[in-house]
């Protein structure tokens, strides 16, 4: 069965919809320790894009479970008893010893509602030794690995400051792909999921497509599309408010998601056509601080789309 939504995605692998808990483990990242530079890359904010997880001076499980608490009050009736993804999202979530990665991944796994752990990270801190780790976590919960691509315009990868080429990407793949090539189930696989940003400075259409298409190529299971976002305190507002380069309007973003929407290979899971920047943070484009109308509209456009590619575009984002 071809699985497109990330809800369709879970209900396969997990028999439910599994709720996500943003966690902050207390890492840095080489963009930020001094490593490859102090600033990070243009776009992140000072959480280092977990601007929605809870508090590092709690424990991995006092962070879950003040996570459930928030999920229970915001989206759950009491008799649906939630199951969770422990998502080490702030900052590099590889980037530290394997005795602390140990402990912190394996407090998440310990955990009776966690159902999957999710890491961030670069695909620059990823080795043979954490991947055997991973393999021995994945042994106990799935584990999904994201890395945040945004694009393989090299040259625009070098505005953001990503600070890696495209090819330590390619190794980084091919050796987790090494592992997972040796698990028979592709849906036991660990799971890995790429980010990519819709309306970065400089870049057309063309390039936004080409990133679908160099992702395509590689042996990954999901994607997150990301509008960019001008968040508060960062050296791309600097860039804005000096260049004030143009933000996508919701109908350019729309246009353009449903677009490359059709290019990404039909395996690969959708598990995001866009994030709401954090409101107290964002500078712009203002319209995507309200979720549910962007949503909304999104939706509208993809109805209004042809019979056919209505189909093929509700299939990936029910639910
Ligand atoms: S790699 Fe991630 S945490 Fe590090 S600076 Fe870039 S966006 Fe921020």
Redesign the pocket.
């Known amino acids: 069965m071809v699985v497109n939504s990330f809800n369709s995605y879970l209900k396969e692998r997990f028999g439910r919809k599994l709720y996500k808990i943003s966690l902050d483990a207390g890492m840095t ?4 320790d001094g490593t490859l530079g102090h600033s ?2 243009i ?3 000072a959480g ?3 601007d929605f997880a809870s508090s590092r001076l709690l424990s991995i499980t006092e962070q879950i479970d003040q996570g459930k608490t928030l999920v229970q009050k915001k989206f759950t009736s009491k008799s649906d008893n939630p199951c969770y993804i422990a998502y080490f999202q ?3 979530n590889t980037y530290a010893s394997i005795a602390t990665l140990r402990k912190i991944y394996m407090e998440a796994a310990m955990h009776d509602d966690i159902a999957a752990i999710s890491i ?1 990270t ?1 695909p620059d801190c990823i080795d043979e030794s954490i991947m055997k780790l991973i393999i021995e976590i994945h042994q106990i919960k799935p584990v999904f690995i994201e890395f ?1 691509l945004q694009t393989s315009n090299e040259t625009t990868a070098a505005y953001i ?3 890696y080429k495209n090819s330590v990407f390619a190794d980084a793949i091919k050796l987790i792909d090494s592992y997972n090539s040796a698990i028979v189930d592709p849906l036991e696989h660990i799971h890995i999921v790429v980010h990519a940003i819709i309306g970065l400075p400089g870049e057309s259409y063309d390039d936004m497509e080409q990133t679908i298409n160099y992702i395509n190529s590689y042996p990954i299971h999901g994607i997150k599309l990301q509008l960019l976002h001008v968040l508060r305190d960062t050296d791309l507002e600097k860039e804005y408010k000096k260049y004030a380069f143009k933000v996508l309007s919701l109908e350019e973003y729309a246009d353009i998601l449903i677009k490359l929407l059709l290019h990404i290979r039909p395996d690969i899971v959708i598990h995001r056509m866009t994030g709401d920047g954090p409101k107290k943070l964002l500078i712009a484009p203002l319209w995507s601080g309200d979720k549910k109308r962007v949503l909304n509209y999104i939706n509208k456009c993809i109805n209004e789309t042809s019979l056919n590619q209505g189909a093929l575009y509700n299939k990936r984002i029910e639910g």
């Open positions: 990242c080489p963009n930020r990070g890359c776009f992140c904010s280092g894009s977990g702030a900052y590099t961030a670069r945040g400051r990503r600070g």
